[in-house]
Each structure stands twice: as structure tokens, then as C-alpha cells.
């Protein structure tokens, strides 16, 4: 049986998405296994990332710096925006390394259930972006869950007065699912297969 401070680190680890108590048990082993080659990096990039992290003012997206290093790019198509539910998605758009423009983190979906209203969400900076912004085509690559596409439906609402072309992302991501969990080639053929609303 390990001591309490062990045990404390052992709950914290377990709490992050997707491991148990067993699995944490392992991860937590392993470091204090590999204490100079991994523990001690590990805390030291973690407490150097936790001091410098920000949340870009533009996209919404984490990096040390603000602007992000996706929208301060020059390389990145400006017209061409992504508009996604979260920065883990953001990250899944990029693992593709196929979509060159730049994007839009909401911060969530509409959702009655959990309360979470238009006020909630990144929209208002969404449409601010589009009046200062030469926006010629937004892909919404929102969770196909009935939450997603109520916010869908909502943003293109909110979005027909502007001249922009308005698409989603089609065939590849099956109903319930979320980007965060999907592989990169099934994002690539969803992103090929977007369709105009």
C-alpha cells in the first residue's frame, strides 16, 4: 500500500478523462519508476505551462502566447474559418494537418438540460470576428448530437445576414460522436465531404 502523498496523486491522476483508479495507479508508478528521466521533467513543464498558458483573444484556443500561433500565422487562409465546440477539437482539426485556415472555439453547445444559453457561449466575438474580418466561408464542425445541431441551427441564424457561405462538416462522423475522439481519417473525409447550408 502506498503512502498518503501517493495516494493524493494517485486521485488526481484518476480524475483526468478516460483512466480509473487502476490506471492511474500504473501512470503514477511509472513516474516515481522513472523519477529523473520523467517525473521531474514532467513537473517542471507543468508547472512551466501552467504559468504561461493563455486563452487566445481571438479564437479562443491555449498557447503561451496571445494571439495564438494558429491566428498570429501568416501562411493560415484568414478567409476560411472553423467554428468548433472546443479547443480539444480545435486540436483534432490539426492532427489532420489538412485544413489550412484559421478557427473559432465556442466553449461549449446550446444545451437546455445543462443551461447553457447563446450568452454562454464565444458567439458574440464569433460575429464581431466577421465584421472585422474578410470571412468568405465558415464550416461549423460541430458534435453531431441533437445539442450540436440545435447550435448549428442557431448559428446559421445568426449568420444569414452576412455574405458568407455557410457548410458543415458531412459524411465521416457518425451521429453522437465528437471530434475529440474521432481518427484523423475520418476527420479528413468529413472535412472533403462538407456540404453548403
Not at 502506498?2 to 494517485?10: N, S
Not at 503561451?64 to 484568414?78: A, F, K, L, N, Q
Not at 484559421?102 to 447553457?116: F, N, Q
Request: charged share 25%; hydrophobic share 40%.
Amino acid at each position: 500500500m502506498a503512502g498518503k502523498d501517493i495516494e493524493k496523486l494517485v486521485k488526481l491522476v484518476a480524475k483526468l478523462p478516460a483512466l480509473g483508479t487502476r490506471s492511474a495507479r500504473r501512470i503514477v508508478l511509472q513516474l516515481l519508476k522513472k523519477r529523473e528521466s520523467l517525473f521531474l521533467p514532467l513537473i517542471e513543464t507543468m508547472t512551466e505551462v501552467a504559468e504561461k498558458v493563455k486563452t487566445c483573444e481571438i479564437c479562443g484556443n491555449y498557447d503561451t502566447e496571445s494571439p495564438c500561433s494558429v491566428c498570429s500565422s501568416e501562411t493560415r487562409d484568414g478567409t476560411l474559418l472553423c467554428v468548433v465546440q472546443d479547443v480539444a477539437d480545435l486540436w483534432a482539426m490539426e492532427r489532420v494537418s489538412m485544413f489550412k485556415g484559421k478557427y473559432h472555439v465556442l466553449g461549449g453547445v446550446l444545451s437546455a438540460l445543462d443551461g447553457v444559453a447563446p450568452e454562454d457561449l464565444n458567439i458574440e466575438n464569433l460575429l464581431k470576428r466577421l465584421h472585422r474580418e474578410e470571412i468568405k466561408e465558415i464550416i461549423l464542425a460541430l458534435p453531431a448530437t441533437i445539442d450540436g445541431q440545435i447550435t448549428t441551427n442557431y448559428l446559421i441564424q445568426r449568420l444569414k445576414d452576412f455574405d458568407v457561405k455557410i457548410s458543415t462538416l458531412a459524411q465521416g462522423i457518425p451521429m453522437g460522436a465528437e471530434l475529440d475522439y474521432m481518427d484523423e481519417g475520418t476527420i479528413q473525409l468529413a472535412l472533403n465531404s462538407r456540404k453548403t447550408l
